[in-house]
Each structure stands twice: as C-alpha cells, then as structure tokens.
C-alpha cells in the first residue's frame, strides 16, 4: 500500500505544529500528578478546536475522577492499542476492528451512542462531479484511499466487500494509501486525489454539519449495514473499581450539564455500557479476511 506524502501531508505537519504550540502552553504536572494521572489513548479527531475540546474534556474528567488526566494522542490506531495491551495506558477510544483482533487483552468500558444507538456505519464515498460510479464495483482499476490499516470503516469493511463478491481487494484497485484520518479520506476524495475511498460514517456526517464544504465535494455510494460503534476499552489488568469509576463517568455524561455540552460537541448522544456482543458482525468480517 502506498502512503501519499503530498499534500496532506504538508496539512498534517501544520496540524502539528499548532498542536504542540497549544500542549506546550498547557500547565505542567507535578511529578505526583503524572505518577497517579489516568493516561487515556486517543487517535486525532475532526474537530477542528480539537486542542481546546481536549482541555475542557480532561478538566471535566479529572473534576468527575478526582485524578489527573493525561490524554496520549498518537496517529493510527496501532500505537494507541500496543500502548493500551503493554499496560503503558489506562484507557483508550479505538475502533472495533483492533478491539475484536485483541479482546483477550482487552477490556470493554463503554460504547458511544449516536442518533440514538451504540452504531455506526462504513460509507464509500467518490468525488461529488463523478456522476458515474453507484457502487463500490465501479471502482475497479481506480484509486482508492483507506483511512488506517486497523480501521473497520475504513479498511475491514470495504475489502470484505469485494471479498464476498470473489474480488482481490490487493489487486481491485489501480492504486491504494494511507491517509491515516478518517477527515483525510474526505479530503483526499473530494480534490480527486483519490477516485474512491472507505470513511466512518460517523465522522462523514458529523463533517457534514460543521465543516460541509468538505463534504458537499463528496458523494456517498454506498452505506454499510450498522455496526459496533469505536468503544472505549481499558487495559487487560485494571482493577475492578477503576474501570466501574472511569465507566460510571462516561455513562453519566449525558446527565451532566456540562458533560452533556461535551458531548454536543462530539455529536454523540452519550455513551452506553455495550456488550461484545456488539462486534460479532466486525469479529465475522475479520476472521473471513484472516482465513487462510
């Protein structure tokens, strides 16, 4: 698979110097603190005051937890699920494909709700003026733009897809990449840098209603059928009362005033207890691929 290194990339690089200008001018720790903080994993966001949203949403939790928080942010869904399975994190937000691959290693905390269930759905997506491409079929020979390697949405969904159909997703396409975001998938498709591509459908609609420029230059060909939505999970060895106290905070946000805010601000109604239950459909698609 080809990682483009063009002009999203140049976007990412000023995504990061702006991030780290704001981290550097977040308040330090004390020793103590970071010793005794709750380390949450995180892959980057659509928002675009993702840096002011974060440091409402920490000081929200550390009011409810009555600890530090320390959100570790890292680029692809890999780094955040390894630093959860070694232990190096307490919890994390990922996607269902990594939490299927890893269940064993994994605890399940709580799972988003969103338009009123804890489900979302994979959309492929083509540049808005390509009037002639209605399916994922019509694809064949294109290009094509995955978000991460470990994402279902944006990577397990749509070459399952071609599976069932007796289709090579290795050979489908003329040309694949990385964008690593599931807003770059929507970037990339709507300036034609790629001819197709899979994206959460969560974030396309949320894109939707706050940045729709973005998504008025794209077109959704096809919907997914409802799936697990990207839980939080915590690390295989936490104790009993830390994950019931850091599920109970996540469960009561939308009871709370200004937790209810937050999630305005995530475009999510609240966040449910979920059971694994919840991902068999994800835990199928990834065991047909994996079968030898």
């Given at each position: ?192 840098l790629a001819d197709g591509g899979a994206v959460d459908g969560y974030v396309w609609e949320t894109l939707a209603e706050v940045r729709p420029e973005l998504t008025r230059t794209t077109r959704i060909i096809e919907r997914s059928p409802l799936l697990g939505h990207p839980p ?61």
């Amino acid at each position: 698979m080809d990682r483009d290194n063009g002009s999203l990339g140049s976007q990412s690089r000023r995504r990061f110097l702006r991030a780290a200008t704001a981290l550097a001018a977040l308040p330090a720790l004390s020793a103590g603190a970071v010793e005794d903080a709750v380390r949450i994993g995180l892959t980057p966001v659509f928002l675009d005051d993702q840096m002011n949203f974060l440091r409402d949403w920490r000081r929200w939790l550390e009011a409810k937890l009555e600890r530090s928080v320390i959100f570790v942010q890292r680029g692809n869904y890999r780094e955040v699920v390894d630093l959860v399975r070694t232990g190096k994190l307490d919890f994390a937000w990922v996607c269902g494909y990594p939490y299927v691959r890893h269940q064993r290693e994994l605890r399940l905390v709580a799972v988003p709700l969103w338009r009123g269930g804890p489900y979302y759905r994979s959309y492929i997506i083509v540049p808005a003026d390509d009037t002639r491409s209605n399916s994922l079929a019509d694809l064949r020979g294109k290009v094509f733009a995955y978000s991460d390697p470990d994402s279902n949405s944006g990577y397990l969904y749509p070459r399952y897809i071609l599976t069932t159909h007796k289709q090579d997703p290795a050979n489908f396409f003329s040309r694949t990449f990385f964008t690593w975001a599931h807003r770059k998938v929507v970037e990339a498709v709507g300036v034609a840098l790629a001819d197709g591509g899979a994206v959460d459908g969560y974030v396309w609609e949320t894109l939707a209603e706050v940045r729709p420029e973005l998504t008025r230059t794209t077109r959704i060909i096809e919907r997914s059928p409802l799936l697990g939505h990207p839980p939080f999970v915590a690390r295989a060895d936490i104790s009993p009362g830390e994950l019931d106290r850091f599920r109970a905070v996540l469960l009561g946000m939308a009871a709370d005033p200004a937790g209810e805010e937050l999630l305005k601000r995530l475009h999510l109604d609240g966040f449910t207890r979920g059971e694994p239950a919840l991902f068999a459909d994800i835990a199928s698609m990834a065991a047909r691929l994996e079968r030898p």
